[in-house]
């Protein structure tokens, strides 16, 4: 059996640094749409994207406002408007999974059986419109296997074996140990990369199912280092206060 040695992060990358990185990735290539990042993590992700390669986002104060790189209104989003968006394909969500299986199904709703639950989470909300109208990425900054399970306890998203409709796309999972995606024939969850300092027998023992994984341990890549100039952005305009610190803590 082959073991995967730990790669050394960069002195100038912290893990939280690779993890904003990695969220931001997640909105690339997807054109003229509403991100719609919550959490800290990806919401600075969101802002790096829409300031370094994906100037075209459109984001918005979580209320009817569009905001520029400035944070200052650019637009006016009716609800009306934002429905249309929704349910269209035009947004691209990324929020998070107390629980979440193979196939991308997760639940924030409550953990055992619903008849008796041993703790009450959000509820639904409006994860299952989320995963089946417009593309819905995941940030979970505690990868464990108290989060990747087997079976999710209750589908609020709805993941690629329960998916109907036209706009359903899971593009990411994005952790504090690594980034995972269903790139595979069935679209079971596989393992895309790891964070410098992370092995893929880590990720393995944090994840309550079997991940699909391209290769030999020591062929997986390893996520995306940020650039001098996304370091700059991250440090200086968007989170000088390092709250993201805070989020991703070591191990």
Not at 7 to 13: G, Q, V
Not at 67 to 77: A, I, M, S, T, Y
Not at 200 to 221: I, K, N, S, W, Y
Request: aromatic content about 6%; glycine content about 8%.
């Amino acid at each position: 059996m082959t073991t995967h040695t730990p790669h050394t992060p960069p002195e100038t990358a912290t893990r939280a640094e690779y993890c904003v990185v990695a969220c931001a990735e997640a909105w690339r290539g997807d054109g003229e749409v509403l991100a719609s990042p919550m959490g800290l993590v990806p919401a600075l992700g969101a802002r790096l994207a829409k300031r370094t390669f994906a100037p075209e986002l459109l984001l918005t104060d979580g209320e009817a406002t569009l905001v520029g790189l400035d944070g200052r209104p650019e637009g006016w989003l009716p609800y009306r408007r934002h429905l249309t968006m929704v349910t269209g394909g035009r947004r691209h969500v990324m929020m998070g999974a107390s629980q979440i299986d193979r196939y991308g199904n997760q639940n924030i709703s409550c953990i055992g059986d619903w008849n008796r639950p041993v703790r009450q989470l959000l509820g639904v909300r409006g994860a299952p419109v989320n995963t089946l109208n417009n593309p819905v990425s995941y940030w979970i900054p505690r990868h464990s296997t108290r989060v990747f399970v087997e079976r999710v306890d209750m589908i609020c998203g709805v993941g690629y074996d329960h998916a109907v409709g036209p706009y359903h796309r899971l593009p990411r999972v994005v952790t504090d140990l690594a980034v995972l995606d269903f790139a595979t024939p069935d679209h079971r969850m596989r393992l895309a990369s790891v964070h410098p300092g992370v092995t893929v027998a880590e990720v393995r023992a944090a994840t309550g199912f079997a991940l699909a994984v391209d290769g030999p341990d020591e062929e997986v890549p390893v996520t995306r280092t940020p650039s001098a100039a996304e370091l700059r952005l991250i440090r200086e305009v968007l989170d000088p206060a390092g709250l993201r610190e805070r989020e991703v803590k070591p191990r």
